[in-house]
């Protein structure tokens, strides 16, 4: 089975490209399933099973970040696709963290960012980037032929990927990202994370409040220092 994992800021335009992807692979023969990570809220899960009839669920990670959520189930998510007989596995994710990444060796990353973002934005958005393997670029509609330019020229400069640019309202580019999609290698074993997760000794992860370096230990740094290591 096929895996896509689909990352991009809030309101980039990640699930109307999924849907357009998946209801021309629905038509070329292909079986699917869906998986949406959110944090508190989703509902994209009922909108993949009523229009396109197949099958879908969520996982809300409420105190949890994302990326980190899909570390700990996706290999029961993946197991679950199997199962309902997927050739290929659709997963989006918020991409609300912009240090972690959510791509998993093996399958296919594809980072959505929308153009009306700002010409800085691929700049910003680091690992969610640079360890994709497709970067498909949303509402290109809504800029000039030269912010488009600039923007991609930015996205190329952050991280050497090829570009895709879409309209997904209107399904204007998906055919390149399917395209993409049908020529993904089966996701093999063991299932590991394609980027090293950030440094992380974390108090604050694990639930301290105080506000102040001196209230904490592990990785640490001052305003004006490098990062430094401070044990209990």
């Known amino acids: 089975m096929r895996v896509v994992m689909c990352a991009g800021p809030p309101t980039s335009g990640k699930t109307m490209v999924l849907l357009q992807a998946a209801a021309r692979l629905r038509r070329r023969g292909h079986s699917l399933a869906y998986l949406k990570m959110d ?113 991609k020229a930015n996205i190329v400069e952050a991280a050497p990927l090829p570009v895709i640019e879409t309209d997904a309202l209107r399904g204007i580019g998906i055919d390149r990202l399917v395209n993409r999609i049908e020529k993904a290698a089966p996701v093999g074993a063991p299932l590991r994370l394609k980027g090293l997760p950030p440094v992380a000794t974390c108090t604050i992860c694990a639930g301290k409040r105080e506000i102040g370096w001196e209230h904490h230990f592990g990785v640490l740094r001052t305003l004006d220092s490098d990062l430094f290591y401070r044990g209990q």
């Open 39 to 151: 944090v508190q809220y989703a509902e994209e899960d009922v909108l993949f099973r009523e229009r396109l009839g197949i099958p879908a669920r969520k996982v809300l990670s409420g105190e949890l970040c994302p990326d980190h959520c899909g570390v700990l189930i996706m290999a029961e998510a993946i197991a679950w696709a199997e199962a309902e007989g997927a050739g290929t596995f659709l997963v989006e994710t918020a991409g609300l963290c912009l240090r972690c990444a959510p791509y998993i060796e093996g399958t296919l990353g594809v980072a959505v960012i929308e153009a009306t973002s700002g010409m800085s934005l691929p700049r910003k958005i680091g690992a969610m980037l640079a360890l994709a393997d497709i970067a498909v670029v949303t509402k290109i509609d809504l800029v000039s032929q030269a912010e488009k330019e600039v923007f």
